[in-house]
């Protein structure tokens, strides 16, 4: 019998409609709701600091053919067959980010930002070694060391603050208690802290206590890429990032490195360490991303990121609101809601009422639990990468220090204004 043949006696219409069915025909249940996500983002302002919008190219790659492809290990040394054109791709989104940050090594391979993380607690320290981060409510993330994290269950995390009268690292007294504890490693960098980074401060700090530097630049690392701030991969032992935010990728982590005696550790903890197959199709979207920052473009996007968090920031302080240490070098800010006698939920929701998104974070010396806080986290990536620059930021900031001091007189009237003016901006 011919292959002819047999495919025609065995070929029925599953494969066909499996391979050509669209989503709006296959599952009209999510495809409705893919339509009403995409009004949404359409029609809202989105100041949620850790959320960005990739371009059409990124998304593309994230439903590439890559999605069907599974690998374990790393270009030349593979688990799987079928990986050649694989390893070309890892190789290049490696060569680009290397490129990109002045490294000599980069992992690409990390789900998450907090994944790259617990790679690097992995690879650099043993259970229980001591570790010197950055307090939660101080703008630290959870991944450096917090109780309720994997991070906080197996290490001794100790953690340093804030001067109480700027909102500032307090660096005397990191160095201070990093003499105490002697940890094996510090980290730099959080979800929720507003400005540049001291990176000679903290490098000098490490090395007088021989620890570890961990800078996670996850919240900047659009900035860094744009020339904007410092590149902490020329200070720190290891950098990690996410690859969205600031960065405007897809979503994933990277590990960044320039120390060869590193390199084998940092490895084997991501796979098979913390992690099995990376996803391929995140991947290419990674490398399509990170592409796309090294054209000159990227450059001029994060700087008017800065502008844009610069003059959002003003422009609450302005309007009457408490904006955590007077204003912001990075993307994000925080707005001190104590004075207001009003919780983050709430004033989260009241923004939300008029079409902006936002979240509730905790702020320095916060009295309220992480389920409600006293403050608002806002971020700027998402809005400049529509196109909106500095007035649109001040007219943005003006709406929020309304709506939230009580000066609206119709909330609907503010939603029709602020849909009008995210529905003006470009979107798929």
Not at 38 to 54: D, G, K, P, T, Y
Not at 380 to 406: H, K, N
């Amino acid at each position: 019998m011919s292959p002819n043949n047999l495919r025609t006696e065995r070929m029925d219409d599953t494969a066909s409609v499996y391979f050509r069915t669209p989503l709006s025909s296959a599952d009209p249940d999510v495809a409705a709701l893919v339509a009403s996500e995409r009004n949404r983002q359409h029609q809202h302002i989105e100041l949620i600091a850790s959320e960005n919008v990739v371009s059409r190219a990124v998304m593309e790659a994230q439903g590439s053919i890559f999605s069907n492809k599974t690998v374990e290990g790393y270009p030349g040394a593979r688990y799987h067959g079928g990986a050649e054109i694989a390893d070309a791709l890892e190789t290049l989104g490696s060569q680009r980010a290397c490129k990109l940050f002045n490294a000599a090594e980069v992992n690409l391979q990390p789900h998450s930002g907090s994944q790259a993380n617990l790679a690097v607690f992995s690879a650099l320290l043993e259970p229980f070694d001591s570790v010197l981060a950055l307090d939660l409510k101080s703008g630290g993330h959870l991944s450096h060391g917090a109780k309720a994290n994997i991070s906080g269950k197996l290490f001794t995390i100790h953690t340093y603050g804030l001067r109480p009268d700027s909102g500032f690292i307090d660096l005397d007294k990191l160095a201070d208690m990093a003499r105490a504890n002697r940890p094996k490693l510090i980290i730099a960098g959080g979800s929720s802290y507003p400005r540049a980074l001291d990176l000679k401060a903290f490098r000098q700090i490490a090395d007088d206590v021989g620890a570890y530097l961990l800078v996670d630049m996850a919240h900047f690392a659009g900035l860094v890429a744009g020339g904007v701030l410092d590149n902490p991969v020329e200070f720190a032992d290891v950098v990690t990032t996410t690859t969205y935010k600031s960065l405007r990728g897809a979503r994933g982590g990277m590990i960044l490195w320039n120390r060869d005696d590193l390199s084998r550790s940092l490895r084997s903890a991501v796979f098979p360490g913390v992690q099995g197959s990376p996803l391929l199709n995140m991947l290419a979207a990674k490398t399509v991303g990170l592409g796309e920052a090294l054209q000159p473009s990227f450059r001029q996007y994060a700087e008017q990121v800065q502008r844009n968090a610069r003059a959002l920031a003003g422009q609450l302080s302005a309007d009457g609101l408490s904006v955590v240490t007077g204003g912001t070098d990075t993307p994000l800010m925080l707005v001190d809601l104590m004075n207001l006698d009003m919780d983050g939920q709430t004033a989260s929701d009241k923004l939300a009422a008029i079409g902006i998104t936002c979240n509730k974070n905790l702020i320095p010396n916060d009295s309220r639990s992480p389920a409600t806080t006293s403050g608002l986290r806002l971020g700027v990536s998402a809005m400049t990468s529509r196109g909106m620059v500095e007035a649109d930021a001040r007219q943005i900031g003006s709406w929020i220090a309304d709506c939230l001091l009580g000066r609206t007189v119709s909330p609907q009237a503010v939603r029709r204004d602020v849909k009008a003016m995210a529905s003006g901006f470009d979107f798929y």
